[in-house]
């Protein structure tokens, strides 16, 4: 009897590599062409079966578990606003200005401009089908005119579209690092970045930003972190939740860390233009000379669709560091899930280049508007201390906690806020800042000037002031 293996290769290219079969006699019935595994090799048994017949052990009871990506994919925010006891008072309507979406109110429509390019697109009917995995070429080059200046050119193939900024964040934090090195994010920061780094293995550093220099970033701290596995540093300007821009010089400095480590920046330039009058915001690779930036964007916020799932990522890449390897990753990451909307990009070109410098300028007065209604209505209150935004859409309060001995933590304050006035603001800790909460400046005026009142409301009837202050006062 012929025991010996026999290798049955079918035509096409296998991948899996050789296949053996002991087999005396093969029965290839109903075995052709591409096979399961669609590369031509195929697992045959002697029973003609297709898989073979070794014994396994076998379960013996259920055992499905999440995995581990599953288990380690945390978002602060859930995490800290889940656990919270919020309950409004029965006598006060709801006002949350903790939701970073400017569309919930409806006082911030898109512009007639934007829509207008997406019914075209639909009526086209021809984005109905599946986009290339970076965007069509159209699209990334209407992109690509729109950022591309002389000091930071960009060309289509620079250019890959995504769904969403957060899916930018994602692809560029993927291709930059594996599991066991380490990013610098700022803190307080948009907790994605942590969200994504942890799920993958990336370890997460924080570097301090400032208060007290307009949420600048600590820069002898971020250095101090920088070490051999650290594979990115993530600068979000302006920024969520500070609603800072950073100078051109501050940018430069932050340059020059990286530059000398040798760190490519991921920069979340999502709220890139939305500066307040008077504020210049250059973006990050416009002033690279030398350090490689991906520069993750969106339609969400500046075009008020966080809905349409739009973004991209800019690879600026001064010196051929990134090379043809980073952008290789970058397109093979993006085969993983098509990323952008069709339709959304069928109507890309158009909304960047119709949509009116009148709807932008209005909605940045309108956010300017409310900053000050908010920052100097706040700037009265006994125990708190806003600080005043130059950009984006948010404005951070720092509380006194000395001065409310009533609460634990910011956690504690803004759950009896809502339990007392009706007033929803996202305590910091979800950004791993303590004792400041974040207002989201996008709500309708009068909305923001009654939460104001509530929340002096609130102080006043909670302030304490210090045992050394009222013995100064004595005095
Ligand atoms: C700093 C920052 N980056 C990225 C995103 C995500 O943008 P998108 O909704 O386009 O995914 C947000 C959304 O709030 C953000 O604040």
């Known amino acids: ?23 005396k006699s093969l029965n290839m019935t109903g075995v052709s062409g591409k096979g399961v595994h669609g590369n031509g090799i195929h697992h045959v048994n002697v029973n003609g079966s297709l898989y073979p017949a070794k014994a396994k052990s076998r379960r013996q009871r259920w055992e499905v578990k999440p995995s581990h990506m599953a288990n380690n994919t945390l978002n602060p925010i859930r995490a800290i606003v889940d656990g919270m006891k919020l309950t409004p008072n029965p006598d006060k309507p709801m006002i949350a200005l903790s939701i970073g979406d400017p569309t919930v109110f409806g006082n911030l429509p898109t512009d007639d401009a934007v829509l207008q390019a997406m019914k075209d697109a639909i009526d086209s009917q021809k984005y109905n089908g599946y986009a290339p995995s970076i965007g069509y070429l159209k699209s990334r080059q209407a992109v690509a005119n729109f950022y591309s200046c002389p000091e930071a050119p960009l060309e289509a193939e620079d250019v890959i579209l995504t769904s969403g900024c957060s899916q930018a964040i994602d692809l560029a934090i993927s291709v930059l690092c594996n599991p066991g090195d380490n990013i610098l994010v700022p803190c307080p920061g948009f907790s ?26 600590d820069l002898q701290h971020m250095e101090s972190l920088i070490d051999e596995r650290t594979s990115c540093l993530i600068v979000t300007n302006p920024s969520n939740p500070c609603g800072s821009v950073f100078s051109k010089e501050h940018l430069q400095k932050i340059l020059k860390v990286a530059s000398r480590h040798c760190l490519p920046i991921l920069a979340d330039e999502i709220y890139s233009d939305m500066v307040f009058p008077g504020c210049h915001c250059p973006s990050m690779a416009s002033l690279s000379s030398d350090v490689p930036v991906l520069s993750c964007g969106g339609l969400a916020k500046r075009w008020l669709v966080p809905g349409w799932r739009m973004g991209w990522i800019l690879i600026h890449d001064r010196n051929d560091i990134f090379g043809s390897e980073i952008r290789q990753g970058l397109v093979k990451l993006s085969q993983r899930i098509l990323g952008a909307c069709s339709i959304v990009q069928g109507a890309l070109e158009s909304i960047l280049n119709n949509t009116p410098q009148s709807f932008y300028n209005s909605t940045i007065s309108f956010i300017m508007s409310n900053s000050e209604i908010c920052f100097s209505e706040l700037c009265t209150v006994p125990g708190l201390n806003p600080v005043m935004p130059s950009g984006a859409m948010y404005l951070m309060v720092g509380i006194d906690m000395d001065h409310f001995p009533d609460f634990k933590n910011d956690v504690e304050f803004t759950e009896r806020l809502v339990t007392e006035q009706s007033v929803f603001c996202l305590p910091a800790s979800a950004f791993e800042y303590p004792n400041y909460f974040r207002i989201v400046v996008t709500v309708p005026e009068e909305m923001m000037v009654e939460a104001c009142g509530r929340i002096r409301e609130f102080c006043q009837r909670h302030y304490r002031p210090r045992s050394r202050d009222s013995n100064d006062l004595d005095q």
Not at 9 to 22: F, L
Not at 192 to 212: D, F, M, Q, W
């Open 1 to 23: 009897m012929d025991n010996k293996p026999y290798l049955v290769q079918m035509s096409g290219n296998g991948v899996h590599g050789k296949s053996t079969v002991n087999a």
């Open 192 to 217: 994605l970045y942590k969200t994504l780094a942890v799920s993958l293995g990336i370890e997460v550093k924080l570097y301090n930003l400032l208060p007290e220099k307009s949420w600048e970033a």
